[in-house]
């Protein structure tokens, strides 16, 4: 089969691969119609270089049909159509009866310490061939897979796999209350749904915030209170969002960036310098050194009112990040954060997928759909924000 396949820093390339097949009895094979690429492959396609091999296949946003069954399946059928949430997770251990599948105890990654294994995402994470590809294996395919119906294309149902229970656990992490004021930096596939949820779910005032004009215009349409901050000084957008929240500043704020935040020269330098060294060493660094680019997390620390929330969905890795603990303490914040738990948020999304009203506009969600043989130019493009790509679907 083709797959796209990671083949050093900024470089993919779509290439024959063998064709997966089942390995355990509750293993499914599952042809894919559509597959997402996310900002977490970004990371993967430059800092994140360490940790990635040669040959490892992204990706983990797949929607398909169900082609093969292990014996030990019962609850998926050949022909099938299934969203694959991004995370690995068995559904009977303790953290997956917590409802935290991003930490299940039977997929965590003992080797690295880490939590449950995720599709297409480095050594950290199980190094499990991922989706962006013509076929996946699908590991515990009789807990993961979303069945949905036929009917809409894919676009309607494919975000489960990510960005909807992400968005969504952001928000809920955030404790938005009905009436209440969030903000949301970054706007990015997962800020801007976040944007969405926040508006869906009740909230009276978003703000969002990126350096991006066309994906902060993008947000605007749907009515989110949207500030490009490209020529803002911290102290300028600080000041921006008190107005827009009654002097006091937000109850909660979202930090849909990450590790690759604009206007944090430390942490890109020690980004650049990851790149250059030998892997064990630049490994080592990332681990043990603090290399975040932490512009909009301490942003997010300034801009939360005291005794507010800040929900952290942007992916960060570094070990020794330094953190304005007395900023933190004195203003009373609440911090949440972590990977999504998928299947924890899937009921409660599902109804808003499924009438012709389309609340969250999952249906024009993608700014582009291109062949899956188009990646290494979907990859280049949506790192540089190129040709107003907010989100890329490829369709194998
Ligand atoms: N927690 C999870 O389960 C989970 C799931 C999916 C994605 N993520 C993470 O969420 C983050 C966003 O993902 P995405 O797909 O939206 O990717 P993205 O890279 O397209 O979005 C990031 C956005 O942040 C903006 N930005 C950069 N610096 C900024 C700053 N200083 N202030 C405000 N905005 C800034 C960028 O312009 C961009 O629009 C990534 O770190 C990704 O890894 C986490
Ligand atoms: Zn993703
Ligand atoms: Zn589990």
Known sequence: MRAVVWQGRRRVEVQDVPDPVLREPNDAIVRITSTGICGSDLHLYEVMAPFMEPGDILGH???????????????????DRVVIPFNIACGHCFMCDQGLQSQCETTQVHE???????????????????AQAEALRVPHADFGP?????????????????????????VRYADVSPGGSVAVLGLGPIGDMSCRVALQLGASTVIGLDVVPERVE?????????????????????????????????DAVIDAVGMEAHGAPLGKLAHQMTAMLPNSIAEKLMQRAGVDRLAALHLAFEL?????????????????????MMTLFDKQIQLRMGQANVRRWVDDILPLLSGDDDPLGVDGFATHRMPLAEAPHAYDMFQKKQDGSVKVLLKP
């Open 304 to 324: 939360v009112r005291r005794g507010g929330t800040i929900s952290v969905v942007g992916v960060y890795g570094g070990m020794t990040d330094p953190l304005p």
């Open 61 to 79: 946003e797949p929607i398909g049909i169900v082609e093969e069954v292990g014996a030990a399946v019962t609850n998926l059928s050949v022909g």
């Open 146 to 170: 979303i069945k949905v119906p036929e009917g809409p294309a894919d676009d309607r149902f494919v975000y489960l796999s990510d960005v909807l229970p992400t968005a969504w656990q952001a």
């Open 112 to 130: 690295h310490g880490t939590g449950a294994a995720l599709f297409g995402y480095t050594k950290l994470y199980g190094q499990v061939p991922g």
């Open 218 to 250: 993008r947000a605007r349409d749907r009515g989110v209170n949207a500030i490009d901050i490209s020529d803002l000084t911290d102290k300028d957008t600080i000041e921006q969002v008190r107005v827009a929240t009654g002097g006091r500043g937000p």
